[in-house]
């Protein structure tokens, strides 16, 4: 049996604790071996949860210093296409946190940069969570028939102050208050890739962005129009400041075919139609399940040869999408 790969996890902030839960589940092929971060705290902290024998300062002392497989790259967005770069001159292959660089520009020019050096995924975990992936099966299974149009809705109030005078969106993401592209951009690149993922090729033809809380640089609220290859009307529905609702997010689908229909709404996914069916998911199991699968994914993929499903080329059409809404809302230029 083939050793397990060693991999450099750089970045040991919040979602560095999810990527972790992730490579210990498959210990036997994978191991975090070594994770860096400038902050010692975090690095030790991440290091005594997970048994990871080496911690270092910064990601070019890790590099220089120990016998890697493959880098995860865990660190804030403005430091992937550096990182990037870095692990891509020692052709080590590299799973990199959305969005892989800040704008589409960037993200372009790296991957044209690092394609004959490196293997590279972008990690775009989302269209991975169990209920998306069972959507899709149905839908390519033909169980609602041609799909005519859909909606996907995001309401929540994590950005208004709670009881207690905090924003729960902001006291978990702090980062989020200084973003100039906060919910698009953060957020609905999630779900604008598992659009892709579900209906194929998307094009934005109308946006609207909006602010709504102070403590906010960028957007907080949004209404994207696309349509798919079909002909399809798609329309995301999106606030961050929406009063009434929880601070939690839960995503609501509708796709609407001519044979069918295809509902999500929070834990419970609904197959209208001809094959009727009606699952349940654990919204807790499944959000830690989808960086299982996407890091089984990677690891896969290496040992297997196989091309990443959220390759570089496939994930810069998500990123086409996110600077689509932007430019079509003039929302920079209104700033």
Excluded at 45 to 50: D, N, P, Q, S
Excluded at 156 to 163: D, E, F, H, N
Excluded at 224 to 245: M, P
């Amino acid at each position: 049996m083939n050793k397990p790969l060693r991999i450099g996890l750089i970045g040991a902030g919040m979602v560095s604790h999810h990527h972790l839960i992730a490579w210990a589940s498959i210990a036997d092929q994978a191991r975090v071996v070594a994770v860096a971060d400038p902050s010692a705290d975090n690095g030790a902290r991440r290091a005594t949860e997970f048994e990871i024998p080496r911690i270092y300062a910064s990601a070019e002392a890790m590099l220089a210093e120990t016998d890697l497989d493959a880098i995860d790259i865990a660190a804030p967005r403005e430091m992937h296409a550096p990182l990037v770069r870095l692990a891509a001159a020692k052709h080590l292959p590299v799973l990199c946190q959305k969005p892989l660089a800040p704008n589409l520009q960037q993200a372009t020019d790296l991957a044209a940069e690092v394609r004959d050096l490196t293997r590279l995924m972008v990690h775009e975990n989302w269209r991975f969570r169990g209920y998306y992936r069972d959507a899709a099966a149905w839908l390519r299974e033909g169980r609602i028939g041609n799909v005519k149009q859909a909606q996907l809705t995001l309401l929540t109030s994590g950005v208004l102050p709670g009881p207690d005078g905090l924003c729960p969106a902001l006291e978990r993401q702090p980062f989020m208050r200084r973003e100039k592209r906060m919910l698009v951009a953060e957020v609905l690149i999630h779900h604008l890739d598992t659009l892709r993922m579900l209906l194929g090729p998307l094009r934005v033809t109308a946006a609207a962005l909006s602010r709504s809380s102070e403590q906010l640089v960028g957007e907080d609220g949004a209404v994207i129009q696309l349509q798919a290859g079909n002909g399809a009307g798609v329309t995301v529905f999106a606030s961050f400041a929406a009063h009434g609702h929880p601070a939690t997010q839960i995503d609501r689908l509708e796709i609407l075919g001519d044979k069918g229909a295809i509902k999500l709404d929070g834990p419970q996914l609904i197959c209208s139609g001809a094959s009727p069916q009606e699952r349940v998911y654990d919204l807790a199991t499944e959000y830690q399940g989808s960086y299982n699968r996407t890091i089984a994914h990677f690891v896969q993929s290496l040992r297997d040869n196989t091309p990443f499903e959220t390759a570089p080329q496939d994930n810069l059409e998500t990123l086409r999408l996110v600077e689509d809404c932007y430019r079509l809302s003039g929302w920079e230029a209104l700033q």
